[in-house]
């Protein structure tokens, strides 16, 4: 199992321009999340999605779009990044009656 | 709302002596408590967690009390080495069936071993 896995793993963007990240896992896990991740502050929940189809705001859910089109993948788009958007995002998941969560490695972005 | 407070880092520990991590949380109901721990350049991995009070988590040497009348979970080990360098998160889970089960972070609390 490759648990859950993030690409790219780093990303530098220009004002204003876009991407995708991409965050996939193979352990048929309901649920999935994106976290940002910023110096003194933890991680902080953007995005969630508890099933194919569904997703749902976090706690800084502003500048963001996600989709959950396929159960095993979760996408995070930024459609016009600002410079308050460079941080390390991380993906997470976990099964339906489970709490712990499992992270993949990260994707440090990087917005000039 | 539910939160979670570490105690401020960056502490530097010289190998073997003894680690505190405090950590308090503010919720309603009965979240489950975790420790994260992310080594340098990976993500979080979890390290130990409790699901109610005077459960006591236990993982590699570190262990962790959930204590509900102080409302803390302090984070120990007995002597530290210096693999143990990482940050150190503690999270609280307000798990709510078909709600997705979210985590709370503290600031995380960044640990260095000196040998």
């Known amino acids: 199992n490759a648990g859950v896995t993030q690409t790219p793993k780093f990303r530098v963007l220009k004002t204003g321009q876009s991407m995708t990240l991409l965050c996939a896992q193979d352990m048929n896990h309901e649920y999935m999340y994106w976290y940002r991740q910023d110096p003194g502050m933890g991680l902080r929940l953007i995005h969630y999605?508890?099933?194919?189809?569904?997703?749902a705001k976090g706690e800084v859910p502003d500048g963001y779009n996600v989709s959950r089109l396929k159960k095993q993948n979760f996408l995070l788009g930024l459609e016009s990044a600002a410079p308050s958007q460079t941080s390390v995002y991380f993906c997470a998941s976990t099964s339906l009656t489970a709490d712990t969560q499992y992270f993949g490695p990260g994707t440090r972005l990087t917005v000039l | 709302g539910n939160s979670v407070t570490q105690m401020e880092g960056p502490v530097t520990l010289s190998e073997e002596a003894f680690l505190t991590i405090n950590c308090t949380y503010t919720?309603?109901?009965?979240?489950?408590l975790f420790w994260y721990v992310q080594y340098p350049g990976e993500g979080l991995q979890l390290l130990l967690k409790a699901t109610k009070a005077d459960d006591k988590g236990s993982n590699k040497g570190f262990e962790a009390t959930y204590r509900k009348e102080t409302t803390s979970f302090h984070l120990e080990k007995g002597s530290v080495q210096v693999s143990d360098s990482a940050v150190y998160f503690c999270a609280l889970s307000d798990l709510i069936y078909n709600q997705g089960g979210k985590l709370i972070f503290g600031q995380g609390t960044e640990l260095s071993v000196k040998p």
């Open positions: 919720a309603t109901g009965y979240p489950s």
């Open positions: 999605s508890v099933g194919e189809g569904t997703t």
